[in-house]
């Protein structure tokens, strides 16, 4: 069975906490890391592996073994320089997944091109939905629509290829109510049931969160 994938998040302020807790909460481990120790230690009781240090230099980065770290989350989007260098030294320490907040689409430009996977505008992503959809290894993209219900995104597997709804049954197997189906820009609603699946399709769906665990 593999391994629980893990994450630093660089940066504890509202987004960067909200990031690191919900990952926290949800069993994953986790490395938090300041540069302000006051915030360390206020954040140590809610993470277990809290650090105050300079993610900037190159040895700091070593000596916290980010590289072998799944995904960096870096929570600096009012600090370029030092956003740019902590998705540098993540990338050229062998950090396959660096998501960076940026403050403004030419930020955005700017770590993208310095070799961030991904770049989040925190008004439009919170801190929480972005760790959840972290959490949800193998999903597009998932919205909470309450506490206990989510709307999610999910690629049709090789397996789904092929057979139609009837034969797969995915509301019995998941309890998903499968609200359309997404082939590029088109998205269908009027779904029939004896349709079959193609490659690179995407079913939306409604969904039970905790019974999304069964798909990862």
């Given amino acids: 069975m593999k391994a629980k994938k893990t994450y630093a998040?660089?940066?504890?302020?509202?987004y960067g906490t909200a990031v690191a807790k919900e990952l926290v909460e949800n069993g994953s481990e986790v490395i938090a890391v300041d540069t302000d120790q006051k915030i360390v230690n206020d954040?140590?009781?809610y993470l277990p592996v809290c650090k105050c240090a300079d993610v900037t230099d190159a040895e700091?980065?070593?000596?916290?073994?980010?590289?072998?770290?799944?995904?960096?989350?870096?929570?600096?989007?009012?600090?370029l320089e030092a956003s740019v260098m902590a998705?540098?030294?993540?990338k050229e320490a062998g950090v396959k997944n660096v998501i960076a907040k940026c403050a403004n689409e030419m930020h955005q430009k700017i770590l993208l091109r310095v070799g961030a996977d991904q770049v989040v505008f925190p008004?439009?992503?919170?801190?929480?939905?972005?760790?959840?959809?972290?959490?949800?290894?193998?999903?597009?993209?998932?919205?909470s629509l309450s506490k206990d219900v989510s709307m999610v995104e999910i690629d049709v597997r090789d397996e789904w290829i092929g057979k139609d709804l009837i034969e797969l049954d995915l509301r019995k197997k998941y309890?998903?109510?499968?609200?359309?189906?997404?082939?590029?820009?088109?998205v269908n609603v009027n779904i029939s049931p004896e349709q079959a699946l193609e490659k690179d399709t995407t079913l939306i769906v409604i969904a039970n969160t905790a019974k999304l665990a069964k798909l990862k």
């Fill in 43 to 45: 954040m140590a009781a």
């Fill in 123 to 143: 008004e439009n992503e919170s801190g929480v939905r972005l760790a959840k959809n972290l959490l949800s290894s193998g999903f597009i993209d998932m919205i």
């Fill in 87 to 90: 998705v540098t030294l993540c």
């Fill in 175 to 186: 309890g998903f109510n499968i609200v359309a189906i997404k082939n590029g820009d088109h």
């Fill in 9 to 14: 998040v660089f940066g504890l302020g509202r």
């Fill in 60 to 79: 700091v980065i070593s000596r916290l073994g980010i590289g072998n770290i799944d995904t960096v989350i870096v929570c600096m989007a009012s600090n």
